[in-house]
């Protein structure tokens, strides 16, 4: 019988701010959809050390292969400067320092 995936916490961070909470983040939404290693690697196209590397926070790891794990499961990154309004405004006006807090 195949061993069941045991799903991880979700990171306690309020912002995803370094590799770390990053990896906590991906390997919680992994477990969560009930995904080995292996599976999810394939899925998304990277090598399995690759994946275990993200997923433990390597600082390493290349934003091609981190992106390509992201969309693979569905986490989408966002920011709230990012939303049409934020855009149109900034447009619109000149740029500060401050909005992209």
Known sequence: ???KVTSSKMPQAQFINDAHV????????????GMKLADCAALCNVGIN??????????NCTLAATFAVLNGIGIKLTSP????????????SNVNNDEWV
């Open 50 to 59: 690759t994946l275990s590397r993200i997923e433990n926070g390597n600082n």
């Open 22 to 33: 990053l990896g906590q983040l991906i390997k919680a939404r992994r477990t969560a959809m």
């Open 1 to 3: 019988m195949a061993k």
């Open 81 to 92: 400067s990012l939303t049409p309004d934020s855009i149109e405004k900034r447009n619109h």
